[in-house]
């Protein structure tokens, strides 16, 4: 099983970018979806959280800004983010719960720079 995150690219300030990432091979139960990120000499950390049951769960930072959604079907996970800002650079990650075990994306990279 893999995840394949993409979507992530160099944007102004103030624009907008749609995060994907799409889980290949076999996964049942998928409980958690989450997107994480990591700037240059930060610790990473929750962006994002979505659950089976519809909740959804924020970063301060990001909140009313980013929104999270996912498609079951296609055991995929997506990031909506708007408004985006220099400090949002990071390498962003999608991580899949299934039961105890995570699995994680290879992270994809994103540039708020003008």
């Known amino acids: 099983v893999q995840l394949q995150a993409s979507g992530g690219g160099l944007v102004q300030p103030g624009g907008s970018l749609r995060l994907s990432c799409a889980a290949s091979?076999?996964?049942?139960?998928?409980?958690?979806m989450d997107w994480y990120r990591q700037a240059p000499g930060k610790e990473r950390e929750l962006v994002a959280s979505s659950t089976t049951g519809g909740s959804t769960n924020y970063a301060n930072s990001v909140k009313g800004r980013f929104t999270i959604s996912r498609d079951n079907a296609k055991d995929t996970v997506y990031l909506q983010m708007n408004s985006l800002e220099p400090e949002d650079t990071a390498v962003y990650y999608c991580?899949?719960?299934?039961?105890?075990?995570?699995?994680w994306g290879q992270g994809t990279q994103v540039t708020v720079s003008s």
């Open positions: 991580r899949f719960w299934v039961g105890i075990r995570a699995y």
């Open positions: 091979g076999s996964i049942f139960d998928i409980s958690v």
